[in-house]
């Protein structure tokens, strides 16, 4: 039988009010620091040193001295900390001191590494001899600026407080095993709660941002640069304890996969733009259900909508990202491989061989390049790019970023398109060839800077005629207020950035002999209810119509996938295609049917041309779902919708399910045991 232990409420605040009385009366506080000193100055010092460090490096950012960070550099101190109790007395300094330079060290690494990169330093990186190049010429050309040596106060401070005790005899003091091993737990017991108390506090964006890892100063923000730093440890791992078992069975799959594989069949766009220069945009967050698309007669995006109908639009075209999102979206597009099916493949698998389009370019004579006027390490694409095979990375560093032309996470699209075209002009110049990715950032979630966006309206207005024979206007608030009215804002805006971009590309000649091409990299997770209201408005109610209603348009989950899709555009001022491709197609599609026009092949492509595959096309998603003309499966209900109203037969979802897990598999080996690696292969060869 379970007793139980009644507990008087009002006892509760007595009981403490004595307890802390005690601890007036007897100095316990002052005693514990007295006789804890070391561990304390352990603690302060080190947690002095990270806030230091969020000041130097993020000083745009007011909230260096959050409370988040400090508690979880405190917690994660005590821990550390707990263990000098289990050492005796005398032998404790050289516990911590050995703490204290190992914590001044992450700091002191930290800041050197921020200094030239903008960002915190991580593991798997600083382990390349690549990135210690740099690092080590720019850390000796500048001598070490002063700000990242304050960082060794707290190993001072701790030397001259170990002098004094030294001094007071401290070390000489009783020191018994058991009240040693008492002092370990209780401090363990500290650092635990302190930890708990810091993870009630994080909120469900902290932790998916600290599971994948990729934007660097928001984790050192809100975790502190010590878990940051043992995270990246831990994450800078795992890809090699993936890669450790299985190479050979991955080799052999992939060679049997390939060998099956027929070989892709020249077409009538067989090199029609080989030798041409390509100007792509990875435009962030655009969805096809934008384009074609008006309020009261304004279309949402009017220049999209003219290169669409003049150039090739691929209308039914889907991402295929992970968690990866904007990088999963730029692997898919170059390499025609999938994202990774653990970690990412631009974060964790950034050192292994791919043939992508900069690459294969490059190989023919291209200079190629990549722009985004945000942080390099963002996705950590400074490394990333390449391996891709991109020649320069132009990235926040090379433009001129002022609050004035910020929008969102960064610099508006205007002003990035603006200074990319003195950028543009100046590559002109200096090469005969050139393909460049321009990545866009001003479309990105969760498009609150509604005021610096240009004015567009999506409401319903309407003009009706009284019984007296005037005229009056009504608006009917329609999508204002949601976010995917806001999210329709934010389009008009990106789009006339690139209404503007391609006449200042025509007025400097950058559009001769030039292929544009244009991909929404993923969609932009908006609330499904916000569908419904666009689908369903019912203007006297400003609610939704009811479900009776015979206008009324279902809109489910597989309604929601289907929305997903993102426009493709290969345009090009030279000839008017006026194509629109209906069949479906996928991100991976696009290295085989757009290298195709450029001349180039990449054997290990996982899509088809869009061109040869026509309509038994098949858009693999990386969490097994799929879809083809016929049908969208999902492979986590084993339920599909029939997008021909033709009933299915199980041979048909079979063939496609293993189809879909063996390109899966072997998209991820491809990544995860570096099997386009030749050389790899040879030394692995070698060994077994
Ligand atoms: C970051 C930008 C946005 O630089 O590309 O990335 P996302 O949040 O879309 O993955
Ligand atoms: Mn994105």
């Not at 694409?381 to 991109?390: A, E, I, N, V």
């Amino acid at each position: 039988m379970k007793r139980k232990m009644k507990v008087d409420m009002k006892k509760i605040p007595k009981n403490i009010k004595n307890y802390w009385k005690r601890v007036k009366k007897e100095h316990l506080i002052k005693e514990y620091c007295k006789d804890n000193i070391l561990f304390l100055t352990f603690i302060i010092t080190c947690t002095l040193n990270s806030t230091m460090l969020r000041f130097f490096t993020m000083h745009t950012m007011e909230n260096y001295l959050a409370i988040k960070p400090i508690l979880a550099d405190v917690a994660i101190l005590t821990i550390f900390g707990a263990f000098g109790y289990l050492f005796k007395r005398k032998n404790r300094f050289a516990y911590y001191m050995a703490l204290e330079i190992f914590f001044t060290f992450i700091c002191m690494v930290n800041s050197i590494y921020y200094t030239f990169y903008t960002s915190f330093a991580s593991a798997s990186m600083l382990s390349l001899t690549q990135f210690i190049g740099p690092v080590g010429d720019a850390v000796v050309e500048n001598v070490l600026q002063l700000k990242d040596l304050l960082y060794l106060i707290g190993p001072i401070i701790l030397i001259v407080i170990h002098i004094i005790l030294k001094k007071k005899q401290y070390y000489y003091k009783a020191d018994p095993k058991k009240e040693r091993k008492q002092q370990t737990l209780k401090t363990l017991i500290a650092g635990g709660i302190l930890i708990v108390i810091f993870t009630v506090t994080l909120t469900s964006l902290d932790i998916t941002r600290f599971a994948k890892q990729w934007n660097r100063e928001y984790i050192v923000m809100r975790f502190g640069i010590y878990i940051y730093q043992f995270n990246d440890v831990v994450a800078s791992l795992q890809p090699k304890i993936n890669s450790m078992f299985g190479y050979d069975k991955a080799k052999k799959n992939f060679n049997e996969y390939f060998e099956k594989r027929e070989e892709e069949k020249t077409n009538e766009y067989s090199n029609i733009f080989e030798g041409k220069n390509v100007i792509a945009i990875h435009a962030e967050s655009l969805q096809t259900i934008a384009l074609n698309r008006e309020f009261n007669g304004v279309e949402v995006t009017p220049n999209l909508n003219r290169i669409a109908k003049e150039g090739m639009y691929f209308s039914n075209f889907y991402s295929q990202v992970s968690v990866g999102t904007s990088s999963d979206a730029e692997l898919t597009y170059n390499t025609s491989l999938m994202p990774t099916q653990s970690g990412t493949a631009f974060v964790s698998y950034f050192d292994r061989k791919y043939v992508a389009t900069p690459s294969l370019l490059k190989e023919k004579g291209y200079y190629t390049f990549s722009m985004h006027a945000n942080n390099a390490d963002f996705w950590n694409r400074r490394t990333m790019h390449q391996s891709l095979g991109y020649d320069k990375f132009y990235s926040k560093e090379t433009y001129k970023v002022e609050k004035e032309n910020t929008i969102g996470l960064g610099l508006s699209d205007k002003e990035f398109f603006k200074q990319s075209v003195s950028k543009l002009k100046k590559i002109k110049e200096k090469h005969e060839k050139y393909y460049g990715l321009l990545i866009t950032l001003t479309n990105h979630t969760p498009f609150s800077d509604v005021e610096k966006y240009d004015p567009y309206e999506v409401t319903i207005k309407e003009t009706i005629t009284k019984e007296d024979g005037t005229t009056e206007e009504v608006v009917y608030p329609y999508m204002e207020g949601t976010k995917l009215g806001n999210y329709f804002k934010s389009v008009h805006y990106a789009d006339a950035a690139l209404g503007q971009f391609l006449e200042e590309l025509e007025a400097n000649g950058l559009l001769d002999n030039t292929v544009f091409v244009l991909y929404g990299d993923h969609d932009a997770r908006l609330p499904k209810k916000d569908y419904q209201r666009l689908f369903n408005y019912d203007k006297e109610t400003n609610g939704l119509l009811d479900k009776e209603d015979p206008a009324y348009k279902e809109f489910d989950s597989y309604q929601y996938e289907l929305n997903r899709k993102v426009p493709f555009i290969i345009w090009t001022k030279d000839k008017k295609y006026e194509k629109e491709i209906t069949n479906v197609m996928g991100m991976y599609d696009v290295l085989p049917t757009l290298g195709n026009m450029l001349g180039i092949k990449n054997k290990y492509a996982l899509g088809h041309d869009i061109f040869n595959i026509k309509e038994n096309n098949i858009v693999v998603f990386p969490n097994g779902n799929w879809l083809t003309n016929k049908i969208y499966y999902n492979s986590q209900k084993g339920e599909y919708l029939s997008l021909d109203g033709e009933a299915i037969n199980e041979e048909y979802i079979n063939e496609k399910n293993k189809y879909s897990e063996d390109l899966l598999n072997i998209s991820d080996n491809i990544i995860v045991f570096d099997l386009l690696n030749e050389s790899k292969f040879e030394n692995n060869k070698e060994g077994s």
